[in-house]
C-alpha cells in the first residue's frame, strides 16, 4: 500500500537509522499440509513406490517468493447465494439465517429428496447442493451450535481378501447409462458462469476414456495470476429422464485476500519433500489375474510441474499458500488404461514455519530477511479464488 506522506517518509528513514533492528518478516506458518509430512516422515515408515519425473522432463525456474491468501465472505450477500440458487435450478427465495442461508429453506431433523443449496456463513462461505441433509443454521457457527449432519448412505465396506492384510476390488461391469463428458458440460457451463469461473481449469472423474454412470467435473480457479489445487468447484451430473441433470456440486464464495509473501523451494525440491513422506497402505487395490491378493502399485511418472496455490490450513484456519503443482501420468493396471493425474506440495520453505526443521531440529529462525518481491504476474491486489457471483461474469 502507497498511502504515505512526505513527512512521515522522513520520520521513518531517522528511525530506521537510529534502530539496529531488523524488519519484521512475514508471520511464522503453522502449515498443515507441512505438520502432517514432518510427522509422517519422522515414522519412518514405507516410502516405496514414490514418483519420478520422465527422462524429457525439466521443471520451471523457482520464483523468488510466493503468496498466502485468507479467505473474505464479506462480499457474500442473499442477492449473490440467490444468483448461485438460480443457476442450480431453484426456483424458491433464499432464506438467511444466523449459521448460513438455504434454498429452499432447510428444516432441521428432517431431510427429505428434494435438492437443496446450503451456504454456511464460515471463513470460506461454503456452499453445497444435493439431497440427504439436514442443517441447523439458526445459530452463528462459532457458537457450535449449528451446522449440517449428512444423512446419505454409507457406501458398502470393501471385500476384504481371506488371508487378511490390503483390500480389494473386483472392476464392476460397464455402466448401462453412460453420462458423457460433453453431457456434464451442458449443465456445469451455466453454473461455472455464474461463478465467474469460465476460464477455470477443468478436471474430469472418471476421465473421458471411462463409462461412466455419474461424472464429476472440478473447475479450479486461478488466483493472482496462479493456477490452484483444492479450491474448486465441483459438480457431479448424472441421467435423470434422459437428460443430464446436477445430482450435487459444492465450492466456496469467499474471495482470496492477499496476507503476506514467503520464500519458497524449488520444484525439485518439493518433489524431494513428497518422496521422503510414507505411501499409506490403499483401501482398494488392483485384482491378480488368479483372484487372489493384490497387484504391485503401478508406475507414476512426474510429466510436468507449475507454481500454483493450494488449499491448506494454517494454526486451522484456511489459506492457500505456496505450492508446486505436479503432472502424474500412471501405467494401466489389469488391462485397464493409463491415467492422467495432479497433486500438490507446499512449497513454503522450513524456515517460515513454527515446527522445528526436519533436518537441524531446531526452531526455524522465522522471516527476517525475505524479500519483498513480486510473484511473477501478480498485480500483489487481492483477487477471488471464487469471485463474487453476479448477474455478469467476472
Known amino acids: 500500500m502507497r498511502r504515505y506522506f512526505l513527512p512521515i517518509i522522513a520520520s521513518a528513514v531517522v528511525l ?26 519422522a515414522e519412518g515408515a514405507d516410502t516405496s513406490g514414490a514418483p519420478t519425473p520422465a527422462p524429457n522432463v525439466t521443471f520451471p525456474a523457482t520464483p523468488a517468493d510466493g503468496p498466502l491468501l485468507t479467505p473474505n465472505r464479506q462480499a457474500v450477500t442473499t442477492a449473490s447465494v440467490q444468483t448461485l440458487a438460480t443457476a442450480l435450478g431453484i426456483t424458491s427465495p433464499v432464506t438467511e439465517q444466523p ?30 447442493y444435493g439431497t440427504g441433509t439436514s442443517c441447523d443454521l439458526s445459530q452463528p457457527l462459532s457458537d ?21 492384510g490390503s483390500s480389494t476390488v473386483t472392476p464392476s461391469a ?13 449443465v456445469a457451463d451455466p453454473l461455472f458462469t455464474a461463478l465467474g469461473l469460465t476460464t477455470a481449469a477443468r478436471t474430469y472423474f472418471p476421465d473421458q476414456n471411462e463409462s461412466a454412470e455419474a461424472r464429476t467435473v472440478t473447475g479450479d480457479p486461478t488466483v493472482l ?21 446436477i445430482d450435487s456440486a459444492n ?26 513422506q510414507p505411501r499409506p497402505e490403499p483401501l482398494l487395490c488392483a485384482v491378480g489375474p488368479d483372484g ?54 507446499s512449497a513454503v520453505q522450513d524456515r517460515y514455519l513454527t515446527t522445528p526443521s526436519p533436518d537441524t531440529g531446531q526452531p526455524n529462525p522465522v522471516g527476517t530477511d525475505i524479500e519483498p518481491t513480486a510473484v511473477p504476474g501478480s498485480t500483489g491486489a487481492s483477487e477471488g479464488g471464487v469471485p463474487p457471483i453476479s448477474g455478469t461474469p467476472k
Open 225 to 245: 495470476d496462479l493456477p490452484t489445487f483444492g479450491a474448486g468447484t465441483n459438480v457431479t451430473v448424472v441421467i435423470r429422464a434422459k437428460k443430464p441433470t
Open 99 to 128: 449459521g448460513g442461508w438455504s434454498a429452499p429453506a432447510a428444516t432441521p431433523g428432517a431431510p427429505d429428496g428434494t435438492p437443496r443449496l446450503i451456504v454456511l456463513k464460515d471463513a470460506r462461505a461454503s456452499w453445497f
Open 16 to 41: 530506521t537509522a537510529c534502530s539496529s533492528t531488523p524488519p519484521a518478516g512475514p508471520a511464522a506458518l503453522d502449515l498443515s499440509s507441512r505438520s502432517t509430512a514432518k510427522a509422517a516422515n
Open 292 to 345: 487372489k491378493g493384490c497387484l504391485a502399485r503401478p508406475a507414476i511418472t512426474i510429466t510436468g510441474a507449475t507454481f500454483g496455490l493450494m488449499a491448506d490450513t494454517n494454526s486451522g484456519a484456511p489459506v492457500l499458500a505456496p505450492a508446486w503443482i505436479f503432472a502424474t501420468s500412471t501405467a494401466a493396471v489389469a488391462g485397464g488404461q493409463p491415467t492422467a493425474g495432479k497433486f500438490p506440495v
Open 251 to 276: 465450492g466456496t464464495l469467499a474471495t482470496w485476500d492477499l496476507k503476506d509473501k514467503y520464500g519458497v523451494v524449488s520444484a525439485a525440491d518439493a518433489l524431494a519433500r513428497y518422496n521422503s
Open 144 to 164: 457450535n451450535a449449528g451446522g449440517c449432519v449428512s444423512t446419505a448412505i454409507a457406501e458398502p465396506a470393501p471385500v476384504t481378501t481371506s488371508g487378511g
Open 174 to 186: 460397464p455402466a448401462t447409462v453412460n453420462i458423457s463428458v460433453a453431457q456434464v458440460n451442458t
